[in-house]
């Protein structure tokens, strides 16, 4: 009896001294991220310089919602982020977002990429754009042309599976049906000059090594290539390349966005709050455009001139929740085209 | 899901197993744990057999249809056409540093194991940038052959099957080369000598003596180097093949269909399963058995001039490829990006953590795989032989697929006890297990169990049962025989399979990158995020740790496969 006592007096204390303890250890904030740690990592630098708030994060990159929902209320978790869009939706359908209402939040990032809710917010964009051989007199060219017969044997990309690639024949599909898409992707297939592998960079160097003559790829890939970021032997490769912003023939360009939002179960929800009305701050946008040469998404703050050099945006009409449910369709015409078997 | 080296005789194993017997309390000590090891082990496939269970819609019409001819077809090719090209250079390589004796040969021994240090993806990338037009090979050819541009000319891209067949086949024969070396030096001299007086010439010796008798072990080696080149999505991403487990990806991260992924992953299993059981099937009347003499290593033929140079440039050429050329690129890239930048606080603390938590798991997998190994000697039978294949399915698993597997109950366990804790005594413990990276552990311990374990049991069989009797009649209890002789004399395989595992937790990525604790780098998820955003010459620094660290168990697994003949009859 009296050992029992005991115990319960020993947690008792121990529990008074964790409360204690508690407003003594500095604020923190937890962030689980599908984003390469290197790119946000001056972002969460500055936030601390500026807050005081300490960052932990950890980069899942497959199974982020497995994760968060395995982990339950018990989760640490209080930013959930994601690089695409899908995948931030995923993370808001399986209820593993809350709620949030800030002022700041909706001032800095227009209506169209948020959550009405406040479940999501997008914090930067990207656009799926075509690499050309430098000396190529081509000023504009359309996503549907990309599987003209002209490309023959002749383009770039990364594996279809890839979500880059399926937002975008989502996009396709989303704008002309889904057997208009299928033919589509068998002409790109019939296009394709080597396999549909490796990242979007390699369409690059293999328009330098004189593999293709298109490229489809991201914006901001030649950004870090072409600033030198990433070294000597990358700025070769954006030498030998220009970047167009191809549009959908009765639309503008696939933007595809990361984003964020607050998790359900937070531990540290204000803190949560306040990096993510940080990172939508002009401060904060200036490093995505300067740092990532992503576009921001808050008005306020500007593109690189790399970027900017690639001409106007005009983002595609079809909105992203639009396009969300043509995902899996599209993921599976992929398959359906074996377009990731190169038989050219 | 290592398949058997030789087994004792049944007549030896029910002797031992009489012998054994007597003490039942220790026996089950081990039993206890065997099973424990089998439950842990268990544990993420009936967690994705209980998720499989889901209804998964069209998926397998879609499957059978669109993704099954392609995706079997490569994989099958690619498997065949790896672990083909893996088993002649690991038999043939073995065979040379064990039956001829030529300036270098010392060198090889230890060398030809040094690609088990290089991680596939690491290779597939560096390949892929050392033969890329743009390169210096490819360079020099076009200077010679007077071209100026690349789209003059240009190597094949090795973008395909056959690059990947290579890739595959060069850094992945030293599993093959490990066991068929051990076989060939403690068993080949008596059999390769009674051929010789039975009149089999000596270039007949290979095919009708050494290659029959190396086929255990090179099952063995097979079936460890092609589930890894299985479970690869790194490498075969690089290169354009895509095979069932890019599906098995694609069917849950494109679609969002987790059941449909646990479903194809299952299949796949099944069909390892299956494989192995086959191939164990096919060697049912074989038996080796093994004497307790004193095994002596092979007498080698003394080759020099031409000859020894011969033998040298081929044992050399594995070694060129599957370790020298991406390991001079990874240091040149390195050397470069150190220039640049210098060496970074967060790749010393991912040195630190990798070596760590791969530490750990080294331990945890040696224990209780030498648990369900040693089970199985002391009680043979179905059961304990049941134990034992279960604790090695893990391997045959995808890496992210187990990782979900593993997530999922770990998860559980780490909510119910902070929830209790809570509502008791108002103490949070917060993620206890996924928290602390014991997950982790975990994660490797289940997908590595199969190294150990296969390794322990060859070690345990090559031990002879006349030892245990032996011990028994002078006196020695159950307790005595166990630290007297069955584990010192498997200290050898013990520390093989250490180090076997700690090089391969080490490589690990893909259940490191979902289960580990808030800022925890380890330098194979470093590496993946620079690589992810392409920046592959931040990524080669880690890559040439992994690399480096690798090394020095390497040699020392070398050192001791050519001491173990003597080692490991000494009593």
């Known amino acids: ?344 | 899901m290592a398949a058997g080296q030789p087994a004792a005789s049944p007549c030896m194993s029910t002797i031992a197993g009489r012998i054994n017997g007597r003490s039942k309390s220790r026996i089950n000590i081990w039993t206890a744990l065997a099973m424990a090891t089998a439950v842990l082990a268990l544990l993420p496939v009936g967690t994705l057999a209980v998720m499989a269970a889901a209804d998964t819609g069209h998926l397998w019409s879609h499957i059978l249809v669109h993704v099954l001819p392609h995706a079997t077809r490569n994989t099958v090719t690619l498997l065949v056409g790896a672990g083909i090209l893996a088993t002649m250079i690991g038999t043939g390589a073995a065979w040379l540093v064990s039956a001829y004796d030529f300036r270098g040969r010392g060198f090889l021994e230890w060398a030809l194991l040094l690609p088990l240090a290089v991680p596939t993806y690491i290779m597939a990338y560096a390949y892929l940038d050392i033969l890329s037009p743009l390169g210096a090979i490819q360079g020099g050819i076009r200077w010679m052959l007077g071209y100026s541009s690349p789209r003059e000319f240009r190597l094949p891209d090795i973008r395909a099957m056959w690059g990947a067949i290579l890739i595959f086949g060069f850094v992945l024969y030293p599993y093959i080369y490990l066991t068929t070396r051990a076989m060939f030096l403690t068993q080949a001299a008596n059999v390769v000598e009674v051929a010789r007086t039975l009149g089999v010439k000596r270039s007949g010796i290979f095919w009708r003596v050494a290659l029959p008798l190396a086929r255990p072990a090179i099952a063995v080696g097979v079936s460890l180097a092609l589930m890894e080149a299985l479970n690869d999505v790194g490498a075969t991403q690089f290169l354009g093949v895509r095979t069932m487990t890019a599906s098995v990806y694609s069917t849950w991260i494109n679609r969002g269909d987790l059941p449909g992924a646990a479903q194809i992953a299952l299949a796949m299993l099944v069909v390892v399963v299956a494989l192995i059981v086959v191939e164990r099937w096919a060697r049912r009347n074989q038996r080796f058995s093994h004497s307790a003499q004193r095994a002596r290593p092979m007498q080698p033929v003394r080759l020099s001039g031409i000859k020894a140079l011969i033998a040298f440039s081929f044992g050399f050429l594995p070694i060129l490829v599957g370790f020298a050329g991406p390991f001079i690129y990874l240091v040149w890239s390195a050397l470069k990006r150190i220039e640049h930048n210098g060496i970074s606080a967060a790749i010393v603390r991912a040195t630190v953590n990798t070596v760590t938590v791969s530490s750990a798991a080294t331990v945890a997998v040696l224990v209780l795989g030498f648990a369900a190994a040693y089970a199985a000697r002391l009680r043979p039978g179905t059961l304990s032989n049941a134990v034992m294949r279960t604790a090695s399915l893990g391997y045959a698993v995808p890496g992210t697929v187990l990782a979900i597997g593993i997530l999922i109950p770990v998860a559980w366990f780490d909510r119910s006890l902070d929830g209790l804790l809570r509502n008791t005594i108002g103490v949070s413990t917060g993620l206890l297990l996924l928290g602390s990276g014991a997950a982790l552990v975990y994660a490797y311990a289940a997908r590595f169990m199969a190294i150990s374990v296969g390794g322990i049991e060859a070690g345990l069989s090559r031990i002879p049962a006349s030892y245990d009797q032996a011990a028994r009649t002078l006196g020695r209890d159950a307790t005595g025989t166990f630290f007297g002789i069955h584990l010192p004399l498997s200290r050898t395989a013990l520390t093989a399979a250490g180090l076997l595992v700690f090089v391969d937790c080490m490589k690990e990525l893909p259940a490191t990158l979902l289960l580990r604790p808030l800022n925890f780098e380890s330098l194979s998820t470093l590496l993946y995020g620079e690589a992810a955003r392409g920046v592959y010459e931040d990524a080669s620094l880690a890559a040439l740790i992994i690399i480096v660290i690798g090394i020095l168990p390497v040699i020392l697994l070398a050192r001791m496969g050519t001491a173990e003949p003597h080692k490991a009859a000494r009593p």
Not at chain 1, 235 to 243: H, L, N, Q, R
């Open chain 1, 1 to 344: 009896m009296s050992r029992q006592i005991s115990i319960k007096a020993l947690a008792a204390a121990s529990l008074i001294a964790l409360s204690a303890a508690a407003p003594a250890v500095s604020a923190e904030v937890n962030i689980y991220t599908t984003r390469e740690p290197g790119l946000i990592q001056p972002l969460l630098d500055a936030f601390t310089a500026e807050t005081g708030v300490t960052v932990n994060t950890v980069h899942v990159q497959d199974g982020l919602v497995e994760r968060v929902s395995a982990e339950g209320e018990s989760s640490p978790a209080d930013v959930l982020m994601t690089v695409d869009f899908g995948n931030l939706i995923e993370l808001v359908t399986a209820g593993l977002t809350q709620p949030v209402q800030s002022e700041a939040l909706e001032a800095a990032v227009p209506a169209a990429l948020r959550d009405p809710e406040g479940n999501w917010f997008a914090l930067s964009g990207r656009a799926r754009a075509v690499y050309l051989p430098i000396e190529s007199d081509i000023e504009a060219i359309t996503y549907e042309e990309l599987a003209d017969e002209e490309w023959r044997g002749r383009l770039c990309i990364r594996s279809g599976q890839h979500v880059y690639n399926t937002a975008l024949f989502a996009a396709y599909m989303a704008h002309h049906g889904e057997d208009a898409t299928r033919t589509y992707l068998e002409n790109l297939k019939a296009n394709q000059a080597r396999p549909a592998a490796g990242g979007d960079r390699d369409g690059a160097r293999d328009i330098a090594a004189g593999v293709c003559d298109i490229a489809i790829a991201n914006t901001y890939y030649y950004g870090h290539m072409a600033s030198g970021s990433s070294g000597e032997e990358q700025k070769g490769w954006s030498d030998a390349i220009k970047v167009i912003l191809p549009t959908f023939e009765n639309g503008g360009t696939l933007v595809n966005v990361s984003g964020a939002g607050v998790a359900a179960h937070a531990p540290n929800r204000d803190e949560a709050i306040q990096l993510l009305e940080y990172l939508a701050s002009e401060p904060a946008q200036k490093i995505y455009a300067e740092a990532n040469f992503e576009y921001p998404v808050n008005p306020a703050a500007e593109v690189h001139p790399i970027i900017a050099s690639f001409g106007e945006l005009n983002i595609d009409g079809t909105s992203l929740t639009e396009i969300l449910p043509y995902r899996a369709r599209a993921s599976e015409l992929v398959d359906e085209v074996n377009f990731d078997s190169f038989e050219n």
